[in-house]
């Protein structure tokens, strides 16, 4: 087995050495990913009839990121302080407020795991994690995408897939409510579905500034990849974070050392980048879990 006693001193090293301009345009990519999420749910309120200030729009989804990342799951849990904060602070109706973030939520998914399954095809078709990912992999990675994608399409047809799940299991008080969104949002399907469209556009050209950002941390470490070693890369960090651990934590380490390994890289690159991704992602949610904290100190938390 390889002497591992030196790789943290490398890793330290090659973050060190990163000069200014690499992390400012680190920021600038960063920067451009969260107007682009932003973007999607100010798109969608706007279709729902509501104008919201884009910039406190993005701090109340920084806070949703925070409360997220520091919970332990797969990256949920924010998306109640989003409907909180623009209820009580912007005055837009509870029912509107979860239509946003419910089709806020199941556009994300639906681009999430459409890059999942196209990583994992290109990683088989290509060999490269050899006989660590089989087609059993693809297949599971491809019905992640039906959840998100039959929900959509049952709400442009006018049905109501939550209301009816809990109607089913008799909790009348939440169908009322959940129904009355899941309404708006049908309503924003039929009459108004540019702005649907426009938010799966964005998410899609958001996702292509993700890939630039990544290839951009890789590079600035020393990594000469190929697109097809960067993508697999980077879909082993996104199934990472899939895992029920706050942050990916340990998963997002493991899953770039294993990866890279696998492809002939030395471990020390993948916990480097593991810990660039680290720094974004934590700076990022503590800001988040400030500016939580502001906006409610400005309005009382009603049951």
């Known amino acids: 087995m390889k002497s591992r006693k030196w790789v943290w001193p490398v890793v330290g090293w090659g973050i060190a050495l990163l000069v200014l301009w690499q992390l400012a345009a680190l920021v600038v990519l960063n920067g451009l990913v969260l107007l682009g999420l932003n973007g999607r749910w100010?798109?969608?309120?706007?279709?729902?009839?509501?104008?919201?200030?884009?910039?406190?729009?993005?701090?109340h989804r920084l806070a949703a990121f925070g409360v997220s990342y520091f919970t332990p799951g797969?990256?949920?849990?924010?998306?109640?302080?989003?409907v909180l904060l623009v209820e009580r602070q912007h005055g837009v109706p509870r029912s509107a407020a979860i239509a946003a973030v419910s089709l806020d939520k199941a556009v994300e998914l639906l681009l999430n795991f459409g890059?999942?399954?196209?990583?994992?095809?290109?990683?088989?078709?290509?060999g490269l994690l050899g006989e660590a990912v089989r087609e059993g992999t693809a297949v599971w990675t491809t019905l992640l995408l039906l959840p998100p994608t039959l929900y959509l399409w049952?709400?442009?047809?006018?049905?109501?897939?939550v209301s009816w799940l809990l109607r089913?299991?008799?909790?009348?008080?939440?169908?009322?409510?959940?129904?009355?969104?899941?309404?708006?949002?049908?309503?924003?399907?039929?009459?108004?579905?540019?702005?649907?469209?426009r938010a799966i556009a964005i998410s899609a050209?958001?996702?292509?500034?993700?890939?630039a950002e990544f290839y951009a941390m890789a590079s600035f470490l020393g990594l000469s990849l190929s697109l097809a070693q960067l993508i697999a890369l980077l879909t082993a960090a996104r199934v990472a974070f899939l895992l029920p651990l706050p942050g990916g934590l340990g998963t997002l380490e493991a899953s770039q050392v294993w990866a890279l390994e696998l492809m002939?890289?030395?471990?020390?690159?993948?916990?480097?980048?593991?810990?660039?991704?680290?720094?974004?992602?934590?700076?990022l949610g503590l800001l988040g879990l400030w500016w939580m904290g502001q906006r409610l100190k400005m309005v009382w938390i009603r049951p």
């Not at 797969?74 to 989003?82: H, R, S």
């Not at 309404?183 to 108004?192: A, D, E, G």
Request: hydrophobic fraction near 50%; proline fraction near 6%; charged fraction near 10%.
């Open 42 to 59: 100010h798109i969608l309120l706007l279709g729902l009839g509501y104008k919201l200030p884009f910039w406190s729009l993005l701090g």
């Open 74 to 82: 797969p990256q949920f849990g924010g998306e109640p302080v989003q």
């Open 115 to 126: 890059f999942l399954a196209f990583g994992v095809l290109l990683v088989l078709q290509n």
């Open 154 to 161: 049952l709400i442009w047809r006018g049905r109501q897939p």
């Open 168 to 197: 089913l299991v008799k909790l009348g008080r939440w169908e009322t409510a959940v129904s009355t969104s899941e309404t708006q949002m049908t309503t924003l399907c039929q009459q108004n579905p540019g702005a649907l469209l």
């Open 205 to 211: 050209l958001t996702w292509g500034v993700m890939i």
């Open 264 to 283: 002939g890289f030395h471990p020390a690159a993948g916990l480097g980048l593991s810990l660039l991704i680290r720094l974004r992602d934590v700076s």
